[in-house]
């Protein structure tokens, strides 16, 4: 098994920044794609960045040209920094990989337990 953590968020005023980082607890043998989504006080949890394996990247409408999603290694998957941050963006940020962690187990979607961004003058 392999459990996420991811770090970064905080207490920014409105057009501020924060770069959050996601950390696992071991290597990945493989990664498929990695992503970042949030989940607003009585929201449903939507998407804000998505990156593959290619490199491709995909955006909400809501933090494009704001947010940018990047990659690094299978033991520290992915990064998100986020720019001209809105009291809109506060939310619980978390981070996910689609992939296994040795060649014999299957593909699955890895869970971070969440950071907390609130953005607030």
């Known amino acids: 098994q392999v459990q996420l953590a991811e770090s970064g968020g905080g207490l920014v005023q409105p057009g501020g920044s924060l770069r959050l980082s996601c950390v696992a607890s071991r290597s990945f043998f493989g990664i498929n794609a990695m992503g970042w989504y949030r989940q607003a006080a009585g929201k449903e949890r939507e998407l804000v960045a998505t990156?593959?394996?290619?490199?491709?990247?995909k955006y909400a409408d809501y933090v494009k040209g704001r947010f940018t999603i990047s990659r690094d290694n299978a033991k520290n998957p992915v990064f998100l920094q986020m720019n001209s941050l809105k009291p809109e963006d506060t939310a619980v940020y978390y981070c996910?990989?689609?992939?296994?962690?040795?060649?014999?187990?299957?593909?699955?979607?890895?869970w971070g337990q969440g950071t907390q961004v609130t953005v607030s003058s």
């Open positions: 990156i593959d394996n290619n490199g491709f990247t």
């Open positions: 996910n990989v689609n992939g296994r962690v040795d060649r014999y187990s299957s593909i699955r979607n890895y």
